[in-house]
Nanobody
Framework: VQLQASGGGLVQAGGFLRLSCAVS????????MTWYRQAPGKRRELVAA???????NYADSVKGRFTISRDNAKNTVYLQMNSLKPEDTAVYYC??????????????WGQGTKVTVSS
C-alpha cells in the first residue's frame, strides 16, 4: 500500500491550496483518512479526518477554513485549505486506515507535502 500526497507549495496569506492523497496497492477497504501536519519544532497534530461514511472532524484552528473530502472511487482524500495563515505553514501528512478486520486495521502514512504561507 502506498499513499502519495501532493498539492503543497508556497502561497501568500489569505490564499488557498488543495492537497490530495491517493491510496494505491492491494486494498479491500479504506476506513478513516486523516490529514496531519507538523510545523518546524512542533509536534505532529491532527488537522482533519473523514470516515468511510463521510463524517468529518477538524482541529479548532482550521474549522471554517479547511474542508476535508474523499472520493472513494479514486481512493483519494482531499484537503481544501482556504484563508491560509502563516501559522498553517507545515509539512502535511496523509494517513489512512486500510484493510480493516476484526483484528484491527493497517495504518499507512504518506510522504508529506510542504505548505508554506508567507505573510
Amino acid at each position: 500500500v502506498q499513499l502519495q500526497a501532493s498539492g503543497g507549495g508556497l502561497v501568500q496569506a489569505g490564499g488557498f491550496l488543495r492537497l490530495s492523497c491517493a491510496v494505491s496497492g492491494i486494498i479491500s477497504s479504506i476506513n478513516a483518512m486523516t490529514w496531519y501536519r507538523q510545523a518546524p519544532g512542533k509536534r505532529r497534530e491532527l488537522v482533519a479526518a473523514i470516515t468511510s461514511g463521510g463524517s468529518t472532524n477538524y482541529a479548532d484552528s482550521v474549522k471554517g477554513r479547511f474542508t476535508i473530502s474523499r472520493d472513494n472511487a479514486k481512493n483519494t482524500v482531499y484537503l481544501q485549505m482556504n484563508s491560509l495563515k502563516p501559522e498553517d505553514t507545515a509539512v502535511y501528512y496523509c494517513n489512512a486506515l486500510v484493510n480493516c478486520s476484526g483484528y484491527g486495521c493497517y495504518e499507512w502514512w504518506g510522504q508529506g507535502t510542504k505548505v508554506t504561507v508567507s505573510s
